[in-house]
Every structure is written in structure tokens, then in C-alpha cells.
């Protein structure tokens, strides 16, 4: 009794799966999570270097975190829903499930970075944090590589130079809102 209700099982969960590969959200969640992910590296990394050298506090890295994890996932979240939309070849269902895929995927994400800026110092939580972003971006652009059939290695340097720009960029950014304001809190 107990082996057929085991092989009744497995056989629902395949039968599970092959519906929504038949149904193409493999599609869907490939996107979703592509994206997701992508962005919640990216966006993460951008405002927590930004935001730590323009104002070397624990508190506002960590609210911008949070505002991430949260409104840019749902921003995320509806433009996804928009272009899947307009690509004209989508279900209703296909759109939807795209939707969630990249809330989920952006939420978690940016979420994740969260752990390093509880857990430590705020410069030895920025450094690890950065560590983090770059280790998710090769592995997923390692899978992206693959199924391009393409340079694995061109694709990971590719997108990486793109996150070395923007931690570059938006440091010196912070840092310069930082020279600029300073002492604006003292003369209100
Ligand atoms: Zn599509």
C-alpha cells in the first residue's frame, strides 16, 4: 500500500511538471527569474555602494535595501507584466506567471543582501555583500552562457564588467553627494 502511494505520487508530480513545461511557463519562469535575479543584483548593488559612501550609515543602507526588496520588485514585477504582454504571444496565465516569477525572484534576491548588513560591520558587509552579488551573477550567467551556446566565459566577463561599472560609478556618486552636502543636517 505505502509503495503504491508513492508511485501514485510521483507520477501526480510528473505528470505536474510536464503540464507546465507543456503549458510553457517554462518560458515564463526562465524569464522571471533571469530578470529577477539580474536586477536585484544589480539595483542592490548600485544603491548599497551609493548609498553607504554618501552617507556611511547602517540605518539608511539598510532601509534602501528593504525599499528594494519590496517596491522595485513589484516595479519589476509590472514591467515584466507589460512586455511579456506586448510580445503578443502569451497566455494570460504565461504573463501572470512571469509576473510572480520576477517578484519572487527580485524580492528574494535583494532580500538576501540583507543578512550580510544585519549580521556585520557596515564596510565588511558592503565588501561581502559585493562578493555575494558577484558570485550569483557567475553562476546564473554560467547557465545563461551554456544555453546561448556561446562563450560561457565572454558572456560571465560581459555582465560582470556591467556590475563592476555600476558599483564603480555609483560609489564615486555617494561619495561626491557626500562632499557636496556636507554639513547640510548642521545648518538646518
Ligand atoms: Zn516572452
Redesign the pocket.
Known sequence: MRIEAKAINVSYIRNWIEKIMRENWK??IE?GLSFGLTSGVITTLGLMVGVYSGTHSTLAVIASVLTIAIADAMSDALGIHI??ES?N??TTQ??WV?TLTTFFAKFFVSASFLIALFSLELQLAVLVNIVWGTVLMIVHNYFVGKKQKTSTWGVIAEHLFIAFLVVVITYYLGDWVNDLLAGVDDKI
Open positions: 518560458h515564463s524569464v512586455a511579456e510580445e504571444v502569451h504565461e504573463v512571469a
